[in-house]
C-alpha cells in the first residue's frame, strides 16, 4: 500500500474483498459515519447550549449586530445621501448646531464634526467582526498547529513553544501595543494579525496543547501510525480536527479580546483607522463633550454599550459553549 | 419509645429512592426494609448499581439534590432520621452514624493535616472540649486502628493507601457513633493489606460491640466479617439472613450466582461460575421479578409478576422459585 | 519546595532577558533607524544629541549596541527623558512607580477578595438570583468598555454627586503653603500601611499559633484600635490634610479598577468550585456533620483556591493594563500614564523605561503568586 489507508480499512478482520473496493467503500463509509457523529454531537451540543439562558440571548445579541453590520451598506445604497451620511466625511447640513441631538433624520444625532452618529456606529459594527474575526481565526490557527505539534513531538519542541507561552502570557497585552503603536502605524490589519499571534501563541495553545495530549493517546492514533500514516497527516488529519470544538471556544475569547483592545487604543487615539466605536468616543472626549455628562449621551452611549455589550456577548457565548465542550461544568443532575 | 435491650440499633422500612435524570426517573432503591442489632454486621452485596450505596447515603441523609425519597423510616435507637430538619440530621451525622468511604484515596482533604481533619469532626460534635483533649483522643484512635500518633502531624499525600484507610477508619471512630457504614472500605487496596485492615475492622468491632454495615460487591469480604447478609439486586433486597445459612444454602438464583462468581480460598472446590447479562436499567426495570432475563430457573409468572416473599428459619428471599425444596412457607417472614 | 522556587526563578530571569532584547528588537524594528530618528531630530539641544550617543552607543555595530542596552537596563540607565528634559527616565519612573503600586496593589487584592466570596456562593447555590445577577453584572464588568465606565464613575461620583475629586493626585490648593512634597508624604503613608498590615497580621498568626481561645477573641480588638490609632496620629503630625487629600483621590481609581477585574477571579472561582465540590473530602466533610458554611469555606473552597490562585496571574495582567487605562482616564500620574504620555510624545526613553518597568512589574506578580501557591499548597510544600 502506497497510499495512508483510513482507519476503518485497517481494523483487523474487516473485508474479505479486494483491497481498492474495500478502501473506496471504507473511506465512503467512514465519511458517513463521520459526518452522521458530527451532526448528532453537533446536536446534542446544541440541545445543551439552548439550555444555557444567558449563551441564547449572547447568540442573539451577536446575530443583531451582524445585522447591524449588514445594514449600513444597504442604508447607503438606498436612504443616505453620502454627502451627509458618510460615517467619516459626511456632513449634516441639515442642522445648525453640532453635536445635534437624536431627530428623525439622524437617530442617534451627529458627532461635533456633524457627522451622523447612527451611521458612524453601524459602519464600525462590520470592521468589528472583520477585526475579531481575523484575530481569533488566526489564533486558532496558530494555536491548533502549535498546540497539536508540541503535543505530538513533545520534548524540545514542545519546551520551546510552552515557554514561550508563558512569556507571552507575562506580558500585559495592552501596554504592549500601545508601545508597538509608538514604533507602527498600526492598522485594522496589522492590528488583528498583532492579537491574533499574541493569542495563537499565548495561552490558547497551552490549553490547546493539553487537549491535544488527551487525543495523541487515543487508540485511534495509535492504529494510524502503525498504518505507516506520515507525522504531518496524523497530526492535520486525526488530532487537529479532534481539536476543533475546544479552539472554536478560544475563538470566541479572542473576538472579545481583539476588540477590546481596538477600542482601547482607538479611544487613546493610537490606531490609524477610519472609524470605529473607539473613535467615535475618542472624538468625544478629545473634544470635552464627556464630561458634560447626560447632556450629550449619544456621543458616547452607543458606541460605549455596543463596545460592552459585543464583547460580552461573544465572551459569555464562549462561556455557554464552555459547558457543552467541558462536561465537568454542566449541572450535577444531567 | 423506649429503647430495650433487645431492640436493633437500626431498623430500615421500605425505603424507596429516586433520582429524576434527563432521561427520566431512576428507581435507585425499592421498598428497602431491614434491621441491625447492637453489636452486630451486616453485609450489603450486589453487583454495582444495584443501590446498595443509595441505601448507605439514604442513611446519612447524603444525597444529591436530585435524589427524592419516596417513602420509608429509618429509626436510629427508636428516632425517625428521615423527618429530621436539616440541623438535625447534621449535628447527628458522624456522632451515630459514621462511615468509612469507599474512596479512602480521595477523602482526606488534601490541604490539612490529618489528625486536623479528625480533631475537626471532634469538635464540631463537642466530644472532647480542649484541643488537648481531642488530640489525646486523636492519638488513642491513631493506636487503636495501627497507626503511629505522630502521623497526626502529617498531610494525606504522605500516607500510602493503607495508612490513608486506617486514617478514615480512625476518623469514623472518633465520635463512638452507634452505627459504622463501611462503603467498599478496601476495594482500592492490594489483598494483604486488605486482608489485614478488614481484620482490625472485625476486632475494633467487636471490641467496641458496635454495629457496622459493609457495603461490598465482594462475597470474600462478607463472609469474612459480617453476621448478616442482604442481597441487593435492581434496587431491592432479594435475600436476607445470617451470613453462615445464606453461604451453606443461598435461596435466591442470584444470590447462588454471585457466590459461584468468587473463588473460595479456604472452601471446597467447585467450578466457577460466571452470570451472564447487564444488570437491569433502572430506569425502566422489568416487570415481574427485575432478575428474571438473568435467570435460568425463571417461568412465565416470574416474568409477569413481583415474586413474594420466602422464609426459612431466619433467612428469607424474594423469589417465585427459591432453591432446595425445604421453604417453609410463602408469604410475609417475620423479620420485621 | 526550594528547588521548585529556585526552578522558577531561573525561568523568570531567562523571561526577563527574552523582554528585554525583544524592546531592543522592536527598537531596531521601526521604520526609520534609532539614531538617525531620534538624534537627527532638528528640536534636540546638541547635549542631549551627545549624551544619547554616549548612552546608546549608536555609532557602534548593532551585537555592541544591543550589549550596551543590556548594561544600561541592569544598571538603571535609561538616558534622560526628552518629555521631562533634563530628568533621567529612572529618577521620573522611581518617582511614579509607588502610586501605581498602590493603585495596583489595593486594587487587585480588592477584586481578588470580592471575586473570591462571589465566585464560591455563586458555585454554591447553583441557578439562584445571586448566580445570575453576579455573572450578568460581573462579566459586564468585566468587558465593559474601560474607559466608559472610568468616566461613568467620575461623572456620577466627582460631578454629580461631588463626593471625591475629579482626577489627578492632588488639589493644589490644599497643598499651597506646604514645605513638604507629594512624594515624602506619599511615601509616609505607604510605610504607615505597610506597618499595620505587618503589625495586623502578626497579631492574628501569633495569637492563632497560641491556640488559646481567649487570646483568640483579643486579636480583632487589638488590631482595631492599632486602626484607630493610626489616623490620629496623621491628625496631629500636621501633614493629615495632606495625606487625607491623597487618599480623597485615590478612591475613585481604585474602586474603579477593583470593579472591572473582579468578575475574572469570580468566574474562575465557581468553575473551580463546581469541581472541589464534587471531591471525595467535601462529601466526607457534610458526612461529619460540619456546619455547611464550614465545609464550603474549609474544604470546598479551600481546595478551589489552588487552581484560582494558578491563573491570578491572567488577572494581574488584566489589572496591569486595566490601570493603564483607569491611570490615563483619571490622569493618576503613575507608570502606565506616564508610557502612555511618553507615546504620545515620541519620548522613546522613556517608553522603553516605562516597558521595562511594567514588565518587571509582571515578572515580580509571577513570583508572588509562585511563592503563595507554594504557601497554599501542601503536596508543593512537602516535596
Known sequence: MTTTPPIGSTMPGSSPEPPEIAMGQGRLLLAKARTRLALRSFRNGWSIFLESRIGVLSLLTIVVFAVMAISHPILMATVWDPEIYDPVTGYAFDETEQPAPPSWKHPLGTDPLGRDVLSQLLSSTGSEFVLGITAALVTVAIATTVGAVAAYYGGLIDAFFMRLADLIIALPSISLLIVLSALFDLNLFYLALIIGVLGGFGGTAIILKSQALSIKVKPYIEAARVAGGGHFRIIFVHIVPNLLPLSLLYMMFTVTSAIFAEAVLSFLGLLDLRMSWGIMIHTANVGGYLLGGTRYWWLVVPAGASITFLCSAFYLAGRALDEVVNPRLRRRDD | ?336 | MIGYLIRRMWQMALTLLLILTVTFLLVQAQPGDYASFYVLDPDLPTEVKEQMRATFGLDRPLWQQYLIHMRNTFTGNFGVSFGHFPRPVMEVLLERLPRTLVLFVTATGASFYIGFLLGKAIAWRRGGFLEYAATISGTTLFTVFTPAFALMMIWVFAFKLGWFPVGKFLDPLVWRGSDVTANSVFSLMLITALAFAVFAFWVLFALKRKGNTGMKRLSIPIILVAALAIPLVWALSGIGTLALDILKHMVLPIVTLTLISFAGTMLLTRNSMLETIREDYVMAARAKGLPEKQVRDRHAARNALLPVVTSLIYSLIFAIDGSVIVESVFSWPGTGMTLLEAVRSEDMPLVMGAIVFIGLFSLLAHVIVDILYVYLDPRIRYQ
Not at chain 2, 75 to 97: A, P, Q, Y
Not at chain 2, 120 to 143: C, M, P, Q, S, Y
Not at chain 2, 214 to 226: G, N, P, Q, R, S
Open chain 2, 1 to 336: 419509645m423506649s429503647v430495650a435491650q433487645t431492640d436493633p440499633v437500626l431498623k430500615v422500612t421500605d425505603l424507596t429512592l429516586r433520582y429524576s435524570t434527563r432521561q427520566g426517573e431512576v428507581k435507585a432503591v425499592e421498598e428497602v426494609s431491614f434491621e441491625l442489632a447492637k453489636g452486630q454486621s451486616l453485609g450489603l452485596v450486589g453487583e454495582s448499581g444495584c443501590g446498595k450505596t443509595s441505601v448507605a447515603n439514604s442513611l446519612m441523609r447524603l444525597l444529591p439534590d436530585n435524589a427524592r425519597l419516596v417513602k420509608g423510616q429509618v429509626w436510629l435507637n427508636g428516632e425517625d432520621l428521615l423527618s429530621l430538619s436539616d440541623e438535625e440530621v447534621r449535628r447527628f451525622r458522624w456522632r451515630r452514624i459514621a462511615m468509612v468511604f469507599q474512596a479512602a484515596m480521595n477523602s482526606l482533604d488534601p490541604v490539612y493535616k490529618v489528625g486536623q481533619q479528625v480533631i475537626e469532626a471532634i469538635e464540631t460534635h463537642g466530644v472532647e472540649t480542649t484541643i488537648d483533649d481531642a488530640e489525646e483522643r486523636v492519638a488513642r484512635l491513631f493506636r487503636l486502628v495501627g497507626l503511629d500518633p505522630q502521623l497526626m502531624e502529617r498531610y494525606p499525600h504522605e500516607f500510602s493507601g493503607g495508612m490513608r484507610q486506617r486514617a478514615i477508619i480512625a476518623m469514623a471512630l472518633s465520635c463512638d457513633p452507634d452505627v459504622i457504614i463501611a462503603d467498599e472500605p478496601t476495594t482500592a487496596l492490594d489483598v494483604i493489606v486488605q486482608d489485614r485492615i478488614l481484620r482490625e475492622l472485625k476486632s475494633i468491632q467487636q471490641e467496641l460491640r458496635m454495629s457496622v454495615i459493609y457495603i461490598t460487591h465482594d462475597m470474600a469480604v462478607v463472609a469474612e466479617v459480617t453476621d448478616r447478609i442482604g442481597v441487593m439486586y435492581a434496587g431491592r433486597l432479594v435475600e436476607f439472613g445470617n451470613t453462615a445459612d445464606v453461604f451453606r444454602a443461598p435461596m435466591h438464583p442470584y444470590t447462588a450466582a454471585l457466590m459461584s462468581s468468587f473463588p473460595s480460598v479456604s472452601g471446597e472446590r467447585r467450578p466457577l461460575g460466571s452470570l451472564s447479562g447487564e444488570p437491569p436499567n433502572l430506569l425502566d426495570p422489568p416487570l415481574g421479578c427485575a432478575f428474571h432475563p438473568r435467570c435460568a430457573y425463571a417461568t412465565e409468572v416470574c416474568r409477569r409478576e413481583s415474586p413474594p416473599q420466602v422464609s426459612r428459619g431466619q433467612q428469607w428471599a424474594a423469589c417465585w422459585h427459591p432453591l432446595d425444596g425445604q421453604t417453609s412457607s410463602t408469604g410475609n417472614h417475620d423479620a420485621y
